[in-house]
T-cell receptor, first 111, second 110 residues
Framework: DTEVTQTPKHLVMGMTNKKSLKCEQH?????MYWYKQKAKKPPELMFVYSYEKLSINESVPSRFSPECPNSSLLNLHLHALQPEDSALYLCASSPSVNEQFFGPGTRLTVL | QKEVEQNSGPLSVSEGAIASLNCTYS??????FFWYRQYSGKSPELIMFIYSNGDKEDGRFTAQLNKASQYVSLLIRDSQPSDSATYLC??????????FGKGTKLSVKP
């Protein structure tokens, strides 16, 4: 298995909902990332997990809560989001400090 | 804070021509450089990475790195309409994350 998978592909949620995004890779990569990408902007880092430990939290609001249950799985729990949080959420994994491989992303719309 | 600068374009070339995409970076200590291609509505796809000064070729793509000038470029030979996309230049951040430029939109016209 040589890919990063993300579910769901699309998600529409209200501001009071709780939902989760899921990311999975079976390449043995020990670093996994969450990025947020707004339209016509580059991806922006949200969280980094290295060996299942959170090593960066780029001042992301607490309504975003990451979780890394094991080395293959990364979740992003969402609660009380705002319409401006609507974006493409990208998961990536990396075998080293170098190249990263992205999943297809989850297109999130907050109403 | 590391910064990566790219001309946002759009860059328009004719089919079969060479497309030249450029990128500069602010941190002289940066070691690893990446080019990603992103089609509209899709996720970034790694095209090439380069660590050493000089050229690195892979098929129709050539990455060029000049650390003295803090400059990275991507040449696409024999451009095809399917190459039309946004090309993102990136460098490695302090924690292994990627710091992206704003991207250059390339349009290849038949």
């Amino acid at each position: 298995d040589t890919e990063v998978t993300q579910t769901p592909k699309h998600l529409v949620m209200g501001m009071t909902n709780k939902k989760s995004l899921k990311c999975e890779q079976h390449m043995g990569h020990r670093a996994m990332y969450w990025y947020k990408q707004k339209a016509k902007k580059p991806p922006e880092l949200m969280f980094v997990y290295s060996y299942e430990k959170l090593s960066i939290n780029e001042s992301v609001p607490s309504r975003f809560s990451p979780e890394c249950p094991n080395s293959s799985l990364l979740n992003l729990h969402l609660h009380a989001l705002q319409p401006e949080d609507s974006a493409l959420y990208l998961c990536a994994s990396s075998p080293s400090v170098n190249e990263q491989f992205f999943g297809p992303g989850t297109r999130l719309t907050v109403l | 804070q590391k910064e990566v600068e790219q001309n946002s374009g759009p860059l328009s070339v004719s089919e079969g021509a060479i497309a030249s995409l450029n990128c500069t970076y602010s941190d002289r200590g940066s070691q690893s450089f990446f080019w990603y291609r992103q089609y509209s509505g899709k996720s970034p796809e790694l095209i090439m990475f380069i660590y050493s000064n000089g050229d690195k070729e892979d098929g129709r793509f050539t990455a060029q790195l000049n650390k003295a000038s803090q400059y990275v470029s991507l040449l696409i030979r024999d451009s095809q309409p399917s190459d039309s996309a946004t090309y993102l230049c990136a460098v490695t951040g302090s924690q292994g994350n990627l710091i992206f430029g704003k991207g250059t939109k390339l349009s290849v016209k038949p």
